[in-house]
């Protein structure tokens, strides 16, 4: 390719760029028919058609990845219908999902949209191999990396590792995807862990339930693409903010356990722990959680605040262990953020 040709392809995306970025995100015309994720959502039919599940979730386009409460829809991010958003998604965040990323994450989901669609969480048996559907996500939330009680499925981002440990719900709908997922020899591969009878518990039920008829099959959405009326520029340029104001009820009361009221003489101020050691939390976080690190730097930034504000003190000695739970809580945060793009504490 000729220089010129080259810098003329490079104008051309910058005009592509500008014109996307100054329009409302409700006026790019989205739709999912003939969208690069249109042949996906389809291979997460016939993967449900092959397990004899009638119900087909319907997908719509919105702000991130997730099921309204309670709602057995998917929502899906709407760059994904456009293969130019998806560029820009990548060049404003570092990170787009690839189509096989997207697979497990339409799996994960329509596990949640089963869940809601036949109220399978009221089930006395469901509660026994996941626990209470009412549980608070933050009380749930203390991954064990070693744990078998758990399967393994959406490993970008670490959560193949701790994701089901978030929430009852994410236990079943992660479960859910593994018992999907076509050739994962579950049974195989989970022969010698516990999570197994959750996979076999899950087996028998989607036998039991493939030829009800859903209890509930649509109900009201959760910001839909049709309703973002601010300009693409804007949502990614108030993303940061917006991660800031939803953190701060759930950051408190982690940062309360962190750093619990003690005495003695030798007390050092949370704050500081933030202030001088912020160049190595923010180099953990971003490795471990895969934002960038202006994200990364908002959630750094929104702790050493509330640090400050609550007046949190620890024990000189205890720097070490403080900064190590100071990176564990920073890093969870993130991932929650990066995986849904919203804080659900």
Not at 122 to 134: I, L, M, N, P, V
């Amino acid at each position: 390719m000729s220089a010129a040709r080259a810098q003329s392809l490079v104008n051309g995306w910058e005009t592509v760029r500008y014109e996307l970025l100054n329009t409302p995100i409700s006026d790019l015309g989205l739709q999912l028919e003939s969208s690069p994720v249109e042949p996906l959502i389809q291979r997460l039919y016939r993967e449900l058609d092959a397990k004899g599940l009638r119900f087909r979730p319907e997908v719509y386009a919105t702000d991130c990845w997730g099921c309204p409460d309670e709602v057995p829809v998917i929502g899906i991010p709407f760059y994904l219908l456009d293969k130019r958003l998806q560029r820009l998604e990548e060049e404003q965040t570092g990170d787009i999902e690839t189509p096989q990323m997207v697979m497990m994450l339409l799996r994960h989901e329509a596990g949640h949209a089963i869940n809601y669609a036949y109220r399978l969480y009221k089930q006395a048996e469901w509660a026994d191999h996941f626990g209470s559907f009412t549980k608070p996500y933050r009380d749930n939330f203390r991954p064990d990396p070693f744990s078998r009680k758990f399967v393994r499925h959406i490993v970008h981002h670490q959560y193949g590792r701790t994701y089901a440990q978030k929430h009852p719900d994410e236990d079943f709908a992660e479960t859910f995807a593994v018992w999907l997922t076509p050739r994962s020899k579950w049974r195989h591969r989970y022969r010698n862990w516990p999570a197994l009878r959750k996979l076999e518990y899950v087996d028998r039920l989607m036998r039991d339930i493939r030829d009800e008829t859903p209890k509930c099959k649509s109900g009201p959405l959760c910001t839909p693409v049709e309703n973002m009326n601010t300009l693409l520029a804007e949502h990614y340029g108030q993303r940061a903010e917006r991660y800031r104001a939803a953190a701060q009820g759930y950051v408190d009361d982690k940062l309360v356990e962190i750093f619990p009221e003690v005495g003695g003489r030798t007390l050092v101020p949370a704050v500081d722990l933030f202030h001088k050691q912020n160049g190595k939390l923010l180099t953990r976080v971003t490795r471990w959680s895969g934002l960038d690190e202006e994200e990364a730097g908002t959630l750094l930034a929104k702790l050493e605040d509330r640090a400050e504000t609550l007046n949190l003190h620890f024990r000189r000695q205890d720097l070490a262990v403080k900064l190590m739970d100071v990176t564990a809580l920073a890093t969870a945060l993130a991932i929650d953020f990066a995986y849904t793009g919203r804080f659900t504490g």
